[in-house]
């Protein structure tokens, strides 16, 4: 059996973390302070309980313009949170990211570290191509999303490469005269 990369070899050990209590201006204090773009939140025992990153303050700064003081990490962090385990090697690991920038480390129940992005490319630079690829597929999937709520639109026909108003048909954009066919 080849020796592989673990997830525990590369991860950040001991990652900045926040209690549940710590509210979203003490979030983006502790963030500015240590260059980062995302906290875990945890409770007495090491537990994950939630994760915070910058775009969600600016989210609640937006859409409930409160008093940051008033606002707790836990009341806005994301309810499902995917972790990974350290024993994984670094090519599971990879796979897991093509939704997340970072992913927290957790084994027994307990936070023991962060994966990021950045830890594999310090550690083999050689891949950033792969992760490359994986930024594109990410913003291509965040451009589905966005176009599926649309009905019409302008751009170039999926069924015969026309540039024209497209309409939305079972999820594929086609022009009036391919979806008359």
């Known amino acids: 059996m080849k020796n ?25 204090k502790k963030m500015l302070k240590n260059k980062i773009g995302a906290l875990l939140i945890v409770d007495k025992n090491k537990k994950l ?5 910058q775009k969600e303050i600016l989210w609640t700064i937006i859409k409930k313009p409160k008093d940051l003081q008033k606002i707790k990490a836990i009341d806005i962090s994301a309810k499902k949170l995917t972790t990974i385990p350290p024993r994984l090697t670094i090519k599971e690991a990879i796979k897991r990211m ?19 992005a950045k830890d594999i490319l310090n550690f ?24 599926k709520g649309q009905k019409s639109r302008e751009g170039i026909c999926e069924e015969c490469g026309n ?8 999820g594929v954009f086609i022009c009036e005269e391919c979806l008359a066919k």
């Open 4 to 28: 592989e990369i673990t997830v525990a070899d590369i991860m950040t050990r001991n990652p900045l973390t926040v209690s549940p209590e710590t509210s979203l201006f003490d979030c983006a």
């Open 49 to 53: 309980l939630g994760y915070i990153a």
């Open 98 to 116: 093509k939704k997340y920038k970072r992913l927290p480390v957790v084994q027994k129940g307990e936070l023991i570290g962060l994966l990021s």
């Open 124 to 147: 083999n630079p050689e891949l950033y191509p792969e992760f490359e690829e994986l930024s594109k597929i990410r913003e291509e999937s965040e451009k589905l999303k966005r176009l």
């Open 163 to 170: 540039y024209s108003i497209l309409n939305s048909d079972k």
